[in-house]
């Protein structure tokens, strides 16, 4: 490592250090009946239920739900003005849940972000696209699957989602961002120069996060897809580790709260398992089973500490329905495009997709209704901490022979 690299990871470390201190410094503490009066974008479609539609905005860095009557409807994009007693209450005893209850709403037409009303059109075509083709099950796991949108998923097939441990495959992440980024630079690389090719790939990329919502999950994964690709641009080696420090310091320099955001932990480790558990184990008859086993290592402790609940089922879920995951992003993501064009043709795209949609839900209600999910009350830090530590040591005693040989 030179002497520049290691300045650079202090400056970082030191530059981090000061925003998180001063951050804490001056937060604001929200209070349980505290009277709140802010304006937000709407960056999720609400998810209607009952005589009540249901979504979440970010207040001071803090995610507040929010539940609303049915009419006026909101969409994705909109400028909210929002009013109303603020509650909080603790869940598992550790983090706090923050709720308003039929607060006083309008909508700001005058002020609604231009992209993000384009967006919303698109994105409402595209879910009546879907909705009209496909069973609600089928709908709202493959609109979930390409573009993270799970308010269409009936709540008895998400607490299916959520036993078998599956859940985040209906949720945008980096596995989507690379798929866009991979699909369309091979697409564009047929026909147009390299730097060219990468430049929209990175457009592309961009267009799919703000399609997909902007979720914090989404920006981060599509961070990480751009500096790679940039890289390549200028020719140089991407560092997959050093890219993926990079992101994180962006988005915690950014927003320090996300280091307390659950999405935010399992990425990273998940990501960190394929950058470095996967390579020591690499057994290409079984890398698809391989790269899932070890995503669940890397983030059970994070899981169990913050659900309280494992389906002993999940390793294998995961492992029957990872093949899907490719096939649905592409006959999903072609069949939207074509929504637009040719509609008939997409309609015959996305009826390929229903045997594996079909898969999918069967794989997931059988094993749901096996139960064995395993509860904890609570997990002491000290016992994650060692079980990370022992998963480093294996690792070093697993990477030892390998270089002894190369030595």
């Not at 925003?19 to 937060?27: C, E, G, Q, S, V």
């Not at 059109?121 to 009546?128: A, L, M, N, T």
């Not at 083709?133 to 993270?148: E, M, R, T």
């Amino acid at each position: 490592m030179s002497k520049l690299l290691i300045v650079l990871l202090i400056f970082l470390f030191i530059t981090l250090g000061l925003r998180f201190f001063f951050f804490y410094l001056n937060k604001t503490q929200l209070r349980d009946g505290e009277a709140l009066n802010f304006e937000t974008t709407l960056l999720s479609e609400p998810k209607i239920s009952g005589k009540t539609q249901k979504f979440s905005v970010d207040y001071l860095s803090n995610r507040i739900f929010i539940t609303t009557s049915l009419f006026p409807e909101f969409h994705y994009g909109d400028m909210l003005q929002i009013s109303g007693t603020l509650k909080i209450r603790a869940i598992n005893k550790k983090t706090d849940f923050y709720s308003m209850n039929f607060p006083k709403i309008e909508a700001d037409t005058n002020s609604k972000n231009k992209i993000l009303s384009v967006t919303s059109f698109i994105r409402q075509k595209i879910i009546s696209f879907f909705n009209s083709n496909l069973s609600p099950n089928s709908s709202g796991l493959i609109l979930g699957i390409v573009f993270g949108i799970k308010e269409g998923i009936p709540s008895d097939f998400l607490k299916d989602l959520r036993q078998v441990g599956v859940m985040h495959v209906v949720a945008a992440s980096g596995m989507n961002v690379t798929m866009v980024g991979g699909f369309l630079s091979s697409i564009f690389l047929l026909f147009l120069k390299r730097q060219l090719a990468l430049v929209l790939s990175i457009l592309g990329i961009v267009a799919y996060a703000i399609l997909a919502g902007l979720e914090p999950s989404i920006i981060r994964a599509s961070i990480m897809g751009i500096l790679v690709f940039m890289a390549s641009i200028l020719g140089r080696q991407a560092w997959p580790f050093f890219g993926l420090l990079l992101t994180g310091y962006l988005m915690l320099i950014f927003d320090p709260n996300l280091i307390f955001d659950i999405g935010f932990q399992l990425s990273y480790l998940a990501t960190l398992s394929l950058l470095y558990l996967n390579p020591v184990f690499k057994n290409p008859i079984l890398d698809s089973f391989q790269t899932t086993i070890f995503a669940q290592i890397a983030t059970l402790p994070v899981i169990i500490a913050n659900f309280g609940i494992y389906s002993l089922w999940s390793v294998l879920v995961n492992g029957l329905i990872l093949w899907t995951i490719p096939s649905l992003m592409v006959l999903g993501g072609v069949s939207s495009i074509l929504s637009f064009v040719i509609e008939p043709i997409a309609r015959i795209i996305l009826l390929v997709s229903i045997p594996i949609l079909i898969y999918f839900e069967t794989v997931v209600k059988f094993f749901a209704n096996l139960g064995f999910v395993i509860n904890f009350s609570s997990v002491n830090w000290a016992i994650i901490a060692g079980y990370y530590f022992l998963v480093l040591s294996f690792m070093v005693f697993r990477s030892r022979p390998s270089i002894k040989n190369k030595t």
